[in-house]
């Protein structure tokens, strides 16, 4: 009876860290900032929407960056104020691991 108590429990611990574990792989900084700046324009994970699909990405940040504070095309400009350029960075990195 307290081997299966104790199977039990430690299957009930091992359910729980993967759990946690999967909700923290998840929890991307870089699709934060991709949701809480560009998703309404460009949709979810960039497959596009009022703005174009970003995906694939191929952009490097260099470019990514020049495109945010300076578009060559209807988007708003981001200033520094608004989206860091370490943000930038994030996003441009979240939308590379898209597939």
């Known amino acids: 009876m307290i081997a299966r108590r104790v199977v039990f429990g430690s299957l009930v611990l091992l359910m729980s860290v993967c759990t946690w ?3 923290h792989a998840a ?5 934060r900032v991709y949701d809480g700046n560009c998703r309404r324009c460009h949709g979810p994970e960039g497959r596009g929407g009022q703005g174009p699909n ?3 990405f191929n952009w490097t940040y260099e470019k990514a960056l020049e ?3 300076h578009p060559l095309c209807e988007m708003p400009p ?3 104020s608004d989206l860091s350029d370490a943000e930038v960075a994030q996003i ?3 939308l590379k ?3």
Do not use: M, N, W
């Not at 929890?27 to 699709?31: E, L, S, T, Y």
């Open 21 to 23: 574990a999967i909700a």
């Open 78 to 80: 981001f200033r520094e």
């Open 54 to 56: 970003l995906i694939p």
């Open 27 to 31: 929890d991307d900084p870089g699709q």
């Open 97 to 99: 691991t898209i597939k």
């Open 67 to 69: 495109q945010i504070r």
């Open 92 to 94: 441009v990195s979240y």
